[in-house]
Every structure is written in structure tokens, then in C-alpha cells.
Nanobody
């Protein structure tokens, strides 16, 4: 069973930067899309950025030009570089991966979440 472990959250002032990382482990045959979601208090979880296995990224409009997603297929990792952070970026950030198992089944795996707090 795949596990996703996130790291890199924390407290930063507006205008600052943070880098989130996520590593997948376990019996994984392949990972398709990998991405980052976030959930602010009282709001629904929303997509922040996603990247295909081939390296094509897509971003939420709210983070375009500020955030950059990247991945390393060999290491089974995905990262999110967050620059020019705003207070409205404050949320719990979750890593997500489309995992393909050796038996051919596919499952959406989630990390436990990491808190990002941006102070004004």
C-alpha cells in the first residue's frame, strides 16, 4: 500500500517563500498524476497544482506565476515551490498521487497534510 509523506510546511511572512516536498513509498508500480491540494478553515479542499508523469503542470488561477510544481519519477517525489506567499494561501496542504499497483489496480493516495501559515 502506498504512503505519502509531506514536509516543508511552516509559518512565513507575506511575500516569503516555502517549499513543500512529498515522497511516496510502498509497493508502487507506477505513479500517474501527482499534485497538491489545500484546505483552509471552513472551506472545501481545492486543487493547487498538478503535474503529469510526463512533467506537464497545471495550476489554479490563484497561484499561477507564484507556485511551481515539479516531480522526480525515479525518487517518487513531488515538490511545490511557493513564492510571493499571501495570507490567503494559509491552509493545510495535501499531497496527492495517482498510484498504480502491481496488480493493475489504481488508487488515489493522500498525505497527512502539512500546515502553511502566512502572516500579514
Amino acid at each position: 500500500q502506498a504512503r505519502l509523506a509531506e514536509s516543508g510546511g511552516g509559518l512565513v511572512q507575506a511575500g516569503g517563500s516555502l517549499r513543500l516536498s512529498c515522497a511516496a513509498s510502498g509497493r508502487i508500480f507506477m505513479i500517474n498524476d501527482m499534485g497538491w491540494y489545500r484546505q483552509a478553515p471552513g472551506k472545501q479542499r481545492e486543487l493547487v497544482a498538478v503535474i503529469t508523469r510526463g512533467g506537464s503542470p497545471n495550476y489554479a488561477d490563484s497561484v499561477k506565476g507564484r507556485f511551481t510544481i515539479s516531480r522526480d519519477n525515479a525518487k517518487k517525489t513531488v515538490s511545490l515551490q511557493m513564492n510571493s506567499l499571501k495570507p490567503e494561501d494559509t491552509a493545510v496542504y495535501y499531497c496527492n498521487a495517482g498510484v498504480v499497483n502491481f496488480d493493475g489496480t489504481s488508487v488515489q493516495s493522500w498525505g497527512q497534510g502539512t500546515q502553511v501559515t502566512v502572516s500579514s
